[in-house]
C-alpha cells in the first residue's frame, strides 16, 4: 500500500506538536508501508519527501491563500496514492482535492481545531475565515478522522456534529524516550545562562494565544524567588502578542531576579539536557488537544505542572507525575480564564509545592517517564495507524 501524508512541518523546518507527531509517525509507517511525505517550505534531500513552495503568483497573498496554493500542487502531486493522510488544516485542503482526484480515502489528523482558535483571526485577518472552511470541508468529506486525545474527539464532534463518531478514532500522540531521555550534562545550561546548581521552572514553546504564557508570567510573579524561570519561547504568531510577553518578562525582571529568556527554537538535544534539569516544567496552555511537549518533559522526567485543560490530563497523570491547575473557561472558543487571576493563583501553588519539596518532583520526574515509555509508544501508534488505513482500502 502506498501512504501519502501531507503535512505543513516536516523536517528540519519543524516547529509545533503537529511537526513533531509527522516526523516519527513517517519513521514508523515506512517500516510498514511505501510512504510518501508532502510538505511545506521547499525541496528536501530525503528519499521519499516532496517539499513545495508558494506558487510565486502568491507570494503576497493573505497567507491562507498561500496554503491553499501549496495545497493544489501537493493533490496533484499525490497521483499513484492509495490513500492520503493530512495533518492539519494547512494540509487538510490538499487531502480533500487529492480525495477527489484521485478517488481514493483520505484521512485527517486532528492536531487542533479552527473553532477553537479564533485568536488566529489576529494573525491570519479574513485569512482565519478560510482555514475554517477548509478544516471544515475536509473534515465533513474524510473517510477517517483521526484525534490525538478523548478530549479533541469530544472536541471534533461538538464543533461538527454532522461527523459520524464512528468515524473518530483516538491515537495519541508519542515519544521517542531513546532520544527524550535524562541528559546530565550541563554545557547547554552554562552556555544559555542558566545555573544547573540553582532550582528551574521551565517552559518550551511557541509564543502563541494557546500557549497561555501570559498566564504564566502572571503566575511567575508568586513563583519562589531561590528558583529561575527558564522560558525557551521563540516564533511569536503576532506583533501584538510578541510585544505583550516582552513587556511582562520585562516586568518580572524589574521584581525578581533568574529570568533567562531563549528566543531562538533550540536544537532538539538542547532542549532535553535543559528539561533533564528542570526541577518543574510548566504548561499553562489555554488550549492544548494533546501537549506532546509535556510528554517530552516527562520523558527528561521533569515532573509537570500543566492546565487541566483538552488532551493534558491523558498524558500528566494527576498528583502521580505531575500537578493539574484546574481552570473554569470562557465559552466563546477563546480559552480565556473566566478569573485569570484564580488561574494564575492556583498555578503558582502548584509550582512553589514542588519547588518547596524537590524529592516529591523528583519522583514525580521518574515515574513520568515510566508513563511515557509504557503507554505512548510510536511504534504502537504506527500499528494502529497503518490498521486504520487497512481498514479503509
Not at 468515524?167 to 542558566?194: C, F, K, Q, S
Not at 526541577?279 to 488537544?289: I, K, L, N, R
Not at 473557561?329 to 484564580?342: C, I
Request: glycine fraction near 10%; aromatic fraction near 6%.
Amino acid at each position: 500500500m502506498r501512504v501519502d501524508l501531507l503535512t505543513r512541518e516536516y523536517p528540519p523546518d519543524v516547529y509545533g506538536g503537529a511537526g513533531v507527531h509527522v516526523e516519527y509517525l513517517a519513521r514508523e509507517l515506512r517500516r510498514l508501508c511505501d510512504l510518501r511525505v508532502h510538505c511545506f517550505d521547499g525541496e528536501r534531500a530525503e528519499p521519499g519527501v516532496t517539499g513545495y513552495r508558494v506558487p510565486a503568483p502568491l507570494q503576497a497573498a493573505n497567507p491562507a491563500l498561500q496554503t491553499l496554493g501549496v495545497d493544489l500542487e501537493m493533490a496533484a502531486g499525490a497521483g499513484g496514492a492509495d490513500l492520503v493522510h493530512s495533518h492539519t488544516w494547512y494540509a487538510n485542503l490538499a487531502g480533500h482535492v487529492a480525495k477527489l482526484l484521485h478517488g481514493i480515502p483520505h484521512v485527517v489528523t486532528t492536531h487542533s481545531l479552527e473553532p477553537l482558535r479564533p485568536w488566529k483571526a489576529e494573525q491570519l485577518g479574513g485569512g482565519y475565515a478560510i482555514s475554517s472552511w477548509a478544516e471544515r470541508t475536509a473534515i465533513l468529506a474524510a473517510d477517517a478522522i483521526v484525534a490525538v486525545s478523548e478530549g479533541i474527539r469530544r472536541d471534533v464532534l461538538t464543533c461538527y456534529p454532522e461527523v459520524d463518531p464512528a468515524r473518530v478514532t483516538v491515537l495519541h500522540n508519542g515519544i521517542d524516550t531513546d532520544e527524550y531521555a535524562p541528559d546530565r550534562g550541563t554545557g547547554v545550561l552554562t552556555r544559555h545562562g542558566i545555573d544547573p546548581d540553582r532550582p528551574s521552572v521551565v517552559f518550551v514553546g511557541r509564543i502563541t494565544r494557546q500557549k497561555g504564557l501570559p498566564y504564566l508570567l502572571r503566575a511567575a510573579r508568586s513563583f519562589d524567588p531561590a528558583a529561575q524561570l527558564v522560558l525557551c519561547a521563540g516564533a511569536p504568531d503576532t506583533p501584538e502578542i510578541s510585544a505583550e510577553v516582552e513587556g511582562l518578562v520585562e516586568e518580572l525582571r524589574r521584581e525578581r531576579g533568574g529570568i533567562v529568556w531563549i528566543e531562538q527554537m533550540l536544537p532538539r538535544p538542547e532542549v532535553v539536557q535543559i528539561l533533564s534539569h528542570a526541577t518543574v516544567f510548566v504548561c499553562p496552555s489555554v488550549y492544548e488537544p494533546m501537549g506532546i511537549v509535556n510528554l517530552e518533559a516527562m520523558a527528561c522526567e521533569a515532573a509537570v505542572v500543566a492546565t487541566a485543560t483538552g488532551g493534558i490530563p491523558e498524558v500528566v497523570a494527576d498528583g502521580e507525575t505531575g500537578l493539574l491547575v484546574p481552570i473554569e473557561q470562557a465559552a466563546d472558543g477563546t480559552g480565556t480564564p473566566v478569573d485569570p487571576d484564580r488561574f494564575a493563583a492556583d498555578f503558582a501553588e502548584r509550582v512553589n509545592a514542588l519547588l518547596a519539596d524537590p524529592g516529591r518532583a523528583a519522583a514525580m520526574g521518574e515515574a513520568g517517564r515510566r508513563r511515557a515509555i509504557e503507554h505512548f509508544s510510536w511504534s504502537q501508534i504506527a500499528r494502529r495507524t497503518h490498521d486504520l488505513y487497512a481498514g479503509l482500502r
